[in-house]
């Protein structure tokens, strides 16, 4: 389904409200008895909590343009689609890589997770890295970082680039507290249930950005709420 056909849909929804408003009002005329009176208000209920909702998913959809913890909400998606553009070494920067260091200048690599790679930050030249990058123009500066690395994956890609001929002379590891999340079973199994409940909501969910940031803000306040019991 194409990604503006629910937003269509959507926009249909309050001009279907308006008219059956329209022709209940002509049907009923100068009749004031309590069902119409009823009818009538819920109608107009309807009416305005559909336009609430259109301006809502317009903003979310249209103009809101950020990421979240995980990335597992639409909204966060969307960000990576815009803003995550890869070299041809497959990493998110504007320069190429090449395996071998440039004779006469000093390459650092920085190695990491979504931190590294600039999760949230929309220009690539804001990013840590690159601000560096402009302040050295004698260093070579590499950027080896994908989202939702932790110590293993970063190891792993380190050695497979270095198989690939890669060559390193200074390499700094942006090091984050949940990098040592692969050997915490209960972490993994809690990832992967947020991440699926993500992508197996029913089709309202799936369709709108508005419900599917605030029922996301919704199951985190949740769960906040059970630790703070628990404790």
Partial sequence: MSENLPFLLFLCFPFMIGVLLVYCLRSYGDERSWSSLIIGNFLVFVFLLAIVFVIAESYYRFIYDTTDSLGYTKVSRRWYQRHNILNAAGFRDNVEYFP?????????TFLGDSFTMGHGVNNVDKRFANLIRVAHPEWEINVIAIEGLETQGEIELLETGFRNGYQIDL?????????VADILPEWDNAYQTIMADAYNGNWLRQNSYYIDIMYHHYKAADSSLKCNFCK
């Fill in 100 to 108: 071998k260091i440039v004779p006469g200048k000093r390459r650092i």
């Fill in 171 to 179: 390499v700094v590891l942006v090091y984050c507290l949940n990098d």
